[in-house]
């Protein structure tokens, strides 16, 4: 693919950055908007279970499990955009450490103080504490030097790996069940916008991995382009307000569409690729297991991390966000696997 006149340093380089700037803000503003509506919560469910509750309505503790689920994605999201903001700078890679350690802990110890507040000041209180906690790894990474805090120039997986944790992220959204009949009627608002505030979070943190790899203007384009096609997939209308769909299809085209800006670009044959990702796309549509299940698997794993906040599962409800973190490791395996986009001519 022609590259010439093509300044990666000039234009995806520089976008990557602010791109992960915003995905934190977004992604802690979703955890606040998760953590300050726990009561609310709460309170949704007991409304459901009054009266002539059915099998079809939130069961007890469903939608304090949901909260505590709709936490982990907007933890995610904050993760994945703290490691495409830190980049290759020296203390990279202690600092990412610091701020998934940081996540963990805050959540935690902000999680039950910060119910009831208002979500910019509940996502203040988890950004200042991840922050500091990130930038004193950074700075004591920099004093021991470039072994302990720095990537190698060579590892194409330290720039691929905060995308592909958001780009599978996203799908599983789809199946919290946001914009189900079963949880819609009785969700706080905030609650209920917290899953569409991490999902625009974790495709700009798509959108910057990608423009920071990209090495051809087309590659820059899909880069840009597929996530906003996969916000199209993903959101519909609901009361003159938007929300992630509740349809399994969607996430089999939210995985096609989020994952694309890494599979298309350094394609040696134009089908190949396109074919492979789509017939992915409508094997998880068709067969929804597919994402299912290691979407409860990983949820279940990551109780680890949600229970010492207070989730608890009870008869009804599942959490399924900590899924991306099993899907992660396989798509990144994947997609370090592909060739490189590299240049035929031209700088890089």
Do not use: K
């Not at 935690?108 to 004193?136: Q, Y």
């Not at 394609?267 to 994402?291: D, I, Q």
Request: aromatic share 4%; hydrophobic share 55%.
């Amino acid at each position: 693919m022609e590259t010439t006149g093509f300044d990666r340093a000039r234009t995806g380089g520089r976008s990557a950055g602010p791109l992960g700037g915003a995905a934190v803000l977004l992604g802690a503003w979703a955890w606040g908007l998760a953590a300050s509506s726990t009561s609310a919560a709460r309170a949704g469910e007991l409304a459901a279970l009054r009266g002539d509750h059915t099998a079809q309505m939130p069961g007890e503790g469903e939608l304090v499990l949901l909260a505590h689920d709709a936490r982990l994605a907007g933890m995610v999201a904050v993760a994945a955009g703290a490691g495409l903001l830190l980049g290759r700078r020296r203390g990279a890679v202690a600092g990412w450490a610091a701020a998934v350690a940081a996540l963990v802990v805050a959540n935690v110890a902000l999680g039950h103080r910060v119910d009831g507040w208002d979500p910019p000041a509940a996502a203040a209180a988890l950004l200042g504490a991840v922050a500091a906690v990130t930038a004193l790894a950074v700075l004591a990474a920099r004093r021991v030097g470039r072994p302990v805090g720095r990537p190698a120039p060579s590892s194409r997986a330290w720039d691929l790996a905060p995308g592909v944790l958001a780009a599978v992220t996203v799908p599983v959204l789809v199946l919290q069940g946001f914009g189900t009949d079963r949880y819609r009627p009785w969700l706080p608002a905030d609650l209920g916008a917290s899953d569409l505030v991490a999902a625009v979070a974790s495709l700009l943190v798509v959108a910057g991995c990608a423009l920071r790899c990209a090495r051809t203007r087309g590659a820059a384009r899909v880069a840009v382009l597929m996530p906003l096609a996969c916000l199209v997939v993903l959101l519909e209308p609901s009361g003159g307000s938007v929300q992630v769909r509740g349809q399994l299809w969607a996430a089999g085209a939210a995985l096609v569409t989020a994952l694309a800006p890494f599979v298309l670009p350094g394609a040696r044959s134009p089908w190949v690729r396109p074919l492979v990702l789509a017939a992915v796309g409508v094997a998880v549509g068709l067969v929804p297991a597919l994402l299912v299940v290691p979407a409860v698997v990983g949820g279940v794993v990551s109780m680890a991390v949600l229970a010492p906040a207070g989730a608890v599962i009870g008869y009804d409800g599942l959490p399924v966000v900590g899924g991306a973190l099993l899907l992660a490791p396989v798509g990144l395996l994947v997609v370090t696997l592909l060739p490189s986009d590299r240049p035929r001519t031209g700088p890089a």
